[in-house]
């Protein structure tokens, strides 16, 4: 039962470009949500968070969207660079656990183009 | 600072066999979760511990056990390997459930 969604298993945009990851979820009890990067050989690292009280947040070029009636968010990247090629999870979570407790996506990965 | 660090990086086991995999977490923090990557997926949590005492607990069979001691590290114990066991265990620390959780690089099990 794959509570969290990313339905597109990889993605390439050229280089300045926006970048969009999507994820959708199942649970509608889940009221926090995150995407974090994976580069090989290295653990992943936290982006972004938003809680189901918003629906957007910003961090740099960093802005992850949910929209709680599809139950679906987003992280755009713009603009993108070299180093943002990586696999993107998107994970979901309740407030009450926070950061502890993370159900994850299959990931995206991701290739900026020169 | 030094951050989660997981010990063994790789290993081999056989069928049947027992492994323990082991996780310090960042000094001054005191939970740890256990998560299971199979090749092509996302992680899957296994458990979570806070002051020595399990908090939580995924899908897995009893085959999966942890602890965690004292100073906050952490143990992964997995009993009779099978196959499908084979996985990157990745270990990551939080400080509170509001705080961003670290990941260590991750032990590959592969059972042959």
């Known amino acids: 039962d794959q509570q969290v969604k990313q339905n597109s298993p990889s993605l390439s945009v050229q280089e300045g470009r926006i970048s969009i990851l999507n994820c959708d979820y199942t649970?509608?009890?889940?009221?926090?949500f995150l995407w974090y990067k994976k580069y090989p050989a290295e653990g992943p690292t936290f982006l972004i968070s938003i809680s189901s009280i918003k629906d957007k947040n910003e961090d740099g070029r960093f802005t992850v969207f949910l929209n709680k009636s599809a139950k679906h968010l987003s992280l755009h990247i713009v603009p993108s660079q070299p180093g943002d090629s990586a696999v993107y999870f998107c994970a979901a979570s309740f407030i009450n656990f926070g950061n502890e407790k993370l159900t994850f996506g299959t990931g995206t990965r991701l290739t900026i183009i020169p | 600072d030094a951050g989660v660090t997981q010990s063994p990086t790789h290993l081999i086991k056989t069928r049947g066999q027992h492994v323990t995999l082991r996780c310090s977490p960042i000094?001054?923090?005191?939970?740890v979760s256990w998560y299971q990557q199979v090749l092509g997926q996302g992680p899957q949590f296994i458990f979570q511990?806070?002051?020595?005492?399990?908090?939580g607990r995924g899908n897995f069979p009893d085959r999966f056990s942890a602890r965690q001691f004292p100073n906050y590290s952490s143990e992964l114990n997995v009993n009779a390997l099978l196959l499908g066991d084979s996985a990157l265990y990745l270990c990551?620390?939080?400080?509170?459930?509001?705080?961003?959780?670290?990941f260590g690089q991750g032990t590959r099990l592969t059972v042959v």
């Open positions: 000094s001054g923090h005191k939970s």
């Open positions: 649970n509608s009890m889940f009221d926090y």
């Open positions: 990551a620390s939080t400080y509170s459930p509001n705080t961003e959780a670290f």
């Open positions: 511990y806070y002051e020595k005492e399990e908090r």
